[in-house]
């Protein structure tokens, strides 16, 4: 066993960067849209394909790879997971056209879910029982760091020099992050075998399904929204690289702001809390493209936007996770996978609506509506839960 196995803090720092470059190969891609149609030579709204499937693959796939590697140990299985993360960005990077591209999506997409869960279960077990919302809304934040840095600096370096970089530098965190995960994760088996049936039953219990259902028709919306933001940046704002870059950078500060402020709310608190930010959300995304007409306000509204998205992250997450304590290997994977089907369902009616003609503003109102409609599973699923499992 090396010094590190036992340093919390390495331990969750490590799982930071690696959700930190998982974060980042997901995202980047939406301050990319312009570069890849233009070199791949595809519409702008057919590369938001890069983003949707990439998103039902985690949905799909993610659990799928979590079921048939429930009893596999953590250690190896995360090195595992990181090593296809490392792959398919070779693949991305390497890609001769927009289909290739489009498959290292799915590979890649593919650890996402399994990743995550495992950073967030393990995480869980080295915490106080009140720290629960904290851990979780840190190995959160490495994705949420990745918005406010990784994001803009991909769309910068991808628009002044070549995109294909991009998927390099996440080739080397990648291999940085397993070298990590080789020093920090002690090598230890189950004491008891995880019992899959349990676990799926368990996941099953209303208090768990109404928040699943939040996530895929209420904040599902958010990425109608989100995956045009480069465009509406550029149609709206008159936005260049550096003003596009300036916007994502302001909107991940949002994020990780928002992130661990939400990571501070204690269990009992979550629903009242989730009420107030989804709440929020929709006023934000109901006036977006009219605050990006003036510069200034651009900045200022992609803040609001991200703090709103990742402020309102972890408190699904901690409730799904809290709510499912029978199903401690699958809740954090599923949870993933549920916020990636709401990315994919987000990003595909933007495309479906952008190719019927509809424009960016009818867009982001659609977008504050179905927010609208999460605020009201919300308020009901206050009524119904079981308040002892937040206590």
């Not at 840095?149 to 080397?172: C, N």
């Not at 608190?269 to 107030?276: N, Q, R, S, Y």
Request: glycine share 8%; net charge positive; aromatic share 12%.
């Amino acid at each position: 066993m090396t010094r590190f196995q036992n340093n919390r803090r390495f331990i969750l720092f490590i799982f930071m960067m690696g959700t930190f470059a998982v974060g980042m190969t997901e995202y980047v891609v939406t301050g990319l849209l312009t570069q890849f149609a233009e070199d791949l030579q595809v519409e702008v709204s057919t590369t938001g394909l890069l983003l949707s499937v990439y998103a039902i693959s985690v949905a799909v796939f993610g659990p799928l790879l979590r079921i048939i590697t429930i009893k596999y140990p953590p250690k190896p299985l995360l090195i595992g997971l990181v090593s296809l993360f490392v792959i398919s960005n070779i693949v991305a990077a390497t890609a001769p056209n927009f289909e290739v591209l489009l498959l290292s999506r799915l590979l890649s997409a593919m650890m996402h879910a399994p990743f995550f869960g495992l950073c967030m279960l393990i995480a869980i077990q080295l915490s106080a029982p009140e720290k629960r919302t904290g851990v979780i809304a840190i190995v959160q934040g490495g994705l949420t760091i990745a918005i406010m840095i990784g994001v803009p600096f991909g769309s910068y370096l991808g628009g002044m020099l070549d995109w294909r970089l991009v998927f390099w530098f996440l080739v080397v965190l990648g291999l940085i992050v397993l070298v990590g995960l080789l020093l920090a994760v002690p090598n230890e088996t189950y004491s008891q075998k995880p019992q899959l049936k349990q676990e799926l039953k368990a996941l099953l219990n209303k208090n768990v399904l109404w928040v699943l259902a939040i996530i895929v028709f209420g904040f599902s919306a958010v990425f109608t929204a989100y995956t045009f933001k480069e465009p509406m940046l550029r149609e709206f704002a008159g936005f260049g690289v550096t003003g596009v870059t300036l916007g994502l950078f302001s909107f991940g500060v949002g994020a990780v702001i928002g992130n661990f402020t939400s990571g501070r709310v204690v269990p009992r608190a979550l629903t009242k809390t989730l009420m107030l930010a989804l709440l929020v959300l929709a006023v934000v995304l109901a006036v977006f493209t009219v605050l990006l007409q003036v510069p200034a306000l651009a900045i200022v509204v992609c803040f609001l936007f991200g703090a709103g998205t990742f402020g309102t992250t972890p408190l699904l997450n901690a409730k799904v996770i809290l709510a499912a304590k029978e199903a401690p290997m699958l809740s954090g994977t599923v949870a993933a996978s549920v916020f990636n089907l709401a990315n994919a369902i987000g990003a595909t009616l933007g495309t479906v609506f952008l190719n019927n003609g509809f424009s960016y503003q009818m867009i982001t109102w659609i977008a504050a509506g179905m927010i609208l409609f999460g605020f009201v599973l919300t308020l009901i699923t206050s009524r119904v839960e079981d308040k002892t499992l937040y206590e």
